[in-house]
């Protein structure tokens, strides 16, 4: 079992940068891919970025392309989300998750086998 455990949620004001967290612990040798989605109340499950375990492969989706910057600490473990140019849109509750399976495009949440508890974000107008 992977546990991954998410920080850094909270309320910024609109144009403001959150930097969100996620540490990855048991069995992280079976991690190939960590992945950062949203979901807001009534809506689907939206894929944000992804990066490789060995950071050398990354994805963004375009909603956040420019805006938003996912990065690794191999010695710590851990897979941060910086958020900048905030908007009132980005209000959700945030996860992160493993692909175990290695997937060659981890766009989809199905191809995630873990999750995190989820972190809110609200951005205020």
Do not use: H
Not at 85 to 106: E, I, M, R, V
């Amino acid at each position: 079992q992977v546990q991954l455990i998410e920080s850094g949620g909270g309320l910024v004001q609109a144009g403001g940068s959150l930097r969100l967290s996620c540490a990855a612990s048991k069995r992280t040798s079976r991690i190939y891919n960590m992945g950062w989605f949203r979901q807001a109340p009534g809506k689907e499950r939206e894929f944000l970025a992804s990066i490789s375990w060995s950071g050398s492969s990354i994805f963004y989706a375009d909603s956040v392309k420019g805006r938003f910057t996912i990065s690794r600490d191999g010695a710590k473990n851990t897979v941060d989300l910086e958020m900048n140019s905030l908007k009132p849109d980005d209000t959700s509750t945030y996860f992160c998750a493993a692909d175990t399976t290695n997937y060659n495009a981890p766009l989809r949440s199905y191809q995630y086998a873990y999750w995190g508890q989820g972190t809110q974000v609200t951005v205020s107008s």
